[in-house]
């Protein structure tokens, strides 16, 4: 009897370590899960941050175009000549149409 008893305790024993040896194979399989979703995280955030990077740079690059550009085109004279030619023309044609009031835009679209 005495043995029936041992054999089941030592059972039960071996059952519990087992028990307990799963829990912490599964509780570190969670955690390398955990530290690789972070890590995978982490390298987004840096790829977003060096492409936000760049993109701030090209915009700054164009600005600078365009704003030397710009000041180049108001400087020269044959600017200065077609905009008195347009304020004349405006000032003669008073009864413009809808269509002609309406100005023509230039839009600048960023892809990012």
């Known amino acids: 009897m005495n043995d029936y008893i041992f054999l089941i305790t030592l059972v039960l024993v071996f059952c519990s370590l087992t028990i307990v040896t799963c ?3 599964y509780c570190r399989k969670i955690e390398q899960k955990c530290n690789y ?3 995978k995280s ?3 955030q840096d790829g977003l941050a060096k492409q936000l990077e760049r993109t701030r740079i090209e915009k700054e ?3 600078k175009v365009v704003k030397t550009d710009l000041s180049e085109v ?3 004279p044959e600017f200065s000549e077609a905009v008195k030619t347009s304020i004349t023309e405006k000032k003669a044609d008073n009864n413009m149409t ?3 009031k309406k100005a023509s835009r230039i839009e600048i679209t960023y892809y990012i």
């Open 42 to 44: 982490i390298r987004e």
């Open 37 to 39: 979703y972070i890590a």
């Open 61 to 63: 690059m164009i600005e």
């Open 23 to 25: 829990v912490l194979l």
């Open 98 to 100: 809808d269509a002609k």
């Open 74 to 76: 108001v400087k020269s």
